[in-house]
């Protein structure tokens, strides 16, 4: 059978934000999201407090948090009558000021369902119909939810970029946490390490013992998984061997991490479109160079703002830190570290612990640190970003620095 070069060709195309066809692997993470999901039902029908129970996916840029979330709400979420299947509602935190702001994101949600959820929820705009106000439709929904509760399921709001949000979106989070609406939500944020303490400035300070999962790298049968998927879905055929070594090189390349995993299939796709659809081993090796000229594009993209530009030295050598002490680094030493670094490196005279702080939170931002799997200390997340930054970006560097002095020095005019 002729392979798909038309789904391969539209696979290439696709942007980096949409959700990949061939996710694969965080079992472990999605099972216990849907557990917390299932919780909060419990509680509610109960009558227990449905309040507390704020969930925080973190991870480093590219770790694969939206996927994750995007994943969630299409397979695990799906609109069923099975009352332990969660009902997802993606929202942004843009839109999230106060707790009318969710609730009308839940009933617009609500009405575009199937089944028993569908019938109730479009019931309720029917009796609403030139009455809709806030408290209409939050009594209404309280209400069905109520007389209907051993068939309605629990609601996952899943808000993605939740380290942009501010005090202007103190109000529905904190609705959210205290439970406050009285409907069985379930709050699922997804955001950078330090979204943890941006909910703490939101007025979100008491967070449960659990309710933090920090996605880190998949595991190494995950990638080629994913790998093996792409070309059987698009029938991929080649001689001998080469598919397998097609398989195994592109997990392998990606170390694990998901946005490499990405480039790499993206790359794959572009290869094979141009041999037909073949895998062959020189289509393997352009698509291998394709994919590490594009991971340090990437790289690079991450460290390209104005603020880190002017830190390159001091940014450099606090990786060369990490990568001497090989092991995670407590954040209070990390910025011990970063002070004594921009005193030497950086733009300011005398930085202070804050501009230390700012500096580890602007790195993390970047995907150039993350916290470990313990919440303890912080590393570079990706080896091969590690290895490109101390190197190739470090190397590049040195040799600007150099030229720099000599200039100065009138040794060059």
Not at 45 to 65: F, H, N, Q
Not at 369 to 375: F, V
Request: net charge neutral; glycine share 8%.
């Amino acid at each position: 059978m002729a392979a798909d070069i038309e789904g391969m060709r539209e696979f290439a195309m696709q942007p980096d934000r949409d959700e990949s066809p061939f996710f694969v692997g965080r079992n472990q993470e999605l099972s216990w999201l849907r557990e917390q999901a299932a919780l909060v039902l419990r509680n509610w029908k109960a009558g227990r407090p449905a309040g507390g129970r704020t969930t925080v996916v973190t991870g480093c840029p590219g770790m694969g948090k939206s996927s994750l979330l995007q994943h969630f709400q299409r397979t695990r979420c799906e609109w069923t009558d099975d009352p332990e299947a969660p009902v997802a509602v993606a929202m942004s935190v843009s839109h999230m000021h106060t707790g009318k702001d969710v609730v009308d994101e839940v009933y617009r949600t609500l009405a575009k369902a199937e089944g028993a959820v569908g019938e109730a929820a479009l019931a309720i705009g029917r009796d609403l119909a030139g009455k809709w106000k806030f408290s209409n439709v939050f009594d209404a929904l309280r209400s069905t939810w109520r007389k209907q509760k051993s068939r309605m399921p629990a609601i996952c709001l899943l808000v993605d970029e939740i380290q942009n949000a501010s005090q202007d979106n103190g109000m529905a989070l904190g609705e959210l946490h205290e439970g406050a609406l009285n409907l069985p939500i379930l709050p699922v944020y997804a955001g950078l390490n330090d979204s943890v303490e941006v909910l703490r400035e939101c007025g979100i300070s008491r967070l449960s013992n659990n309710a933090q999962v920090n996605l880190l790298l998949l595991e190494p049968e995950d990638a080629a998984k994913a790998v093996e998927r792409m070309l059987t879905t698009f029938r991929v055929e080649g001689e001998g061997e080469v598919v397998k070594q097609w398989v195994d090189q592109i997990a392998a390349d990606s170390l694990n991490f998901p946005q490499h995993l990405h480039i790499g299939l993206e790359t794959a796709a572009r290869a094979l479109l141009a041999d037909g659809g073949m895998a062959t081993v020189h289509g393997l090796e352009r698509a291998r160079l394709a994919a590490t000229a594009e991971r340090h594009k990437y790289y690079r993209s991450r460290i390209n703002d104005r603020y880190l530009l002017s830190r390159t030295d001091a940014l450099v050598s606090l990786v060369r830190v990490l990568a001497e002490s090989n092991e995670p680094i407590r954040p209070v030493e990390l910025e011990r570290h970063a002070r004594k670094l921009l005193l030497e490196h950086g733009p300011q005279d005398k930085p202070t612990s804050k501009d230390a702080q700012t500096f580890v939170t602007r790195l993390v931002h970047a995907g150039v640190l993350q916290l470990n799997e313990e919440l303890t200390g912080y590393a570079v997340p990706i080896p091969s970003m590690q290895t490109w930054l101390l190197e190739d970006y470090g190397r590049s560097l040195d040799s600007k620095n150099r030229r720099s002095r000599r200039v100065r020095l009138g040794i060059d005019s």
